[in-house]
């Protein structure tokens, strides 16, 4: 059966929580490390899934400022998996038109690192097809902080006056403003929470969480996210005249 086509409801942005690769090398006896291996050939089935099914946006949390917590030599295996998944993909993202962005806190990522995700950004710069955002180093609550320190500077510059500052003049101050909000926020196993992921952003995304472990979901989970989503009644506070009972959300 083919994918869904772009005309059908199909997100135009999709973010991932990719979560549970600890669990599944852990049930399989294996280093953690393992299972972000695993987790990587993921990324590349789900970047292909949703080239397949016409989502614009991928935003994947491949790293939070949280996980700096963990293990050196996990962070370590993380940020070298992370230069070779670029490395391995580079030529797949030129094929097909897709740019490469980051958001986060550039300035916490090791040289090498931040080297080759910049030189993937340039090369890939003009590429209009689609966009993969990794979120690296990322919180929402720092990205918040960045933003209200960008107005302040403003303000204290005189370029801004207090009272301008609205929502349009915050979001411009985020990572990747020109990027549409996400409509789905896709969390794997199983977790019900947001854990500092897109706070400004996720305001009305609609979530679609699943017991499976990240290196597990597979084509079966990815279209049932799709068929989720397709029968959500998005109403952004409003009430849909068309829906039985009119109610408001
Ligand atoms: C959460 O699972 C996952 C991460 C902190 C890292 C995600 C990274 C990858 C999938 C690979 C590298 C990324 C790219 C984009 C190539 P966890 O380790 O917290 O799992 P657990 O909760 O079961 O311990």
New binding site residues.
């Given amino acids: 059966m083919p994918m869904a086509t772009p005309t059908d409801n199909v997100p135009a942005h999709m973010a991932i929580i ?7 090398a ?1 049930q399989r006896g294996l280093p ?1 490390l393992k ?2 291996e695993a ?2 050939e ?2 590349r089935r789900v970047m292909r899934f949703c080239r397949d099914a016409g989502v614009r946006y991928l935003t ?5 400022t949280e ?1 700096w917590a963990r293990p050196p030599a996990e962070i370590l295996g ?1 940020m070298s ?2 230069k070779r ?1 670029l490395r391995d993909n580079e030529h797949e993202l030129h094929e097909h038109q897709v740019r490469l962005r980051m958001i986060g806190r550039r300035e916490d990522l090791e040289r090498s690192v931040r080297q080759e995700i910049e030189r993937v950004e340039a090369a890939t710069q003009t590429h209009a097809q689609a966009e993969l955002i ?1 979120a690296l180093s990322y919180s929402g609550r720092s990205e918040l902080v960045r933003a209200a320190r960008l107005l302040a500077t403003e303000a204290a510059a005189g370029r801004l006056r207090p009272d301008r500052i609205s929502e349009e003049t915050l979001r411009a101050q985020l990572y990747a403003p020109d990027v549409p909000d996400p409509d789905l926020i896709i969390r794997t ?1 199983g977790e019900l929470r947001i854990s500092n992921f897109l706070l400004w952003q996720a305001a009305y995304s609609e979530w679609f969480i699943t017991p499976v ?2 290196p597990d979901f597979g084509e079966t989970e990815f279209r049932a996210a799709l068929a989720a989503f397709a029968a959500r009644d998005r109403r952004y506070g409003r009430v849909n005249e068309n829906s039985p009972g009119g109610k408001p959300a």
């Fill in positions: 990719m979560d549970g690769n600890g669990r599944w852990q953690r299972g972000h987790g990587t993921t990324v994947l949390y491949a790293f939070s996980n993380l998996l992370l998944f990794l196993s472990l990240w």
